[in-house]
């Protein structure tokens, strides 16, 4: 069972930025696919960027521009760096994880999910 922390959410204004982080545990190795999800309320979740175990990326076509996944290995860490926020980001964020290759951006591809962590984006 992989246990997994977000943090780094929080309300900024409109253009601001935020790094959200997304912490593992046990160590999961390389053998993980990892994905950041967000909902806001009435909608459905929505994939947001992904990287595979091959260290390949995707994103949503809407955010690509202003969102960037990492991750740090040796720390068993995953990052997502949103930039120019805008309101209609305003969302619940979620870590998700499952064992695999590719990158990934339909929930239904991941195993274990984090609580979330709250980004509010006033205008």
């Known amino acids: 069972q992989v246990q997994l922390v977000e943090s780094g959410g929080g309300s900024v204004q409109s253009g601001g930025s935020l790094r959200l982080s997304c912490a593992a545990s046990p160590y999961t190795g390389s053998n993980y696919r990892w994905a950041w999800f967000r909902q806001a309320p009435t909608k459905e979740r929505e994939g947001v960027a992904s990287i595979g175990n091959n260290g390949a990326t995707i994103y949503a076509d809407s955010d690509k521009c202003r969102i960037t996944i990492s991750q740090e290995k040796a720390k068993n860490t995953l990052y997502l760096k949103l930039n120019n926020l805008k309101p209609e980001d305003t969302a619940m964020y979620y870590c998700?994880?499952?064992?695999?290759?590719?990158?990934?951006?339909?929930?239904?591809?991941?195993?274990?999910w984090g609580q979330g962590t709250q980004v509010t984006v006033a205008s």
């Open positions: 998700a994880a499952r064992f695999g290759w590719w990158p990934r951006l339909d929930p239904g591809d991941y195993s274990y």
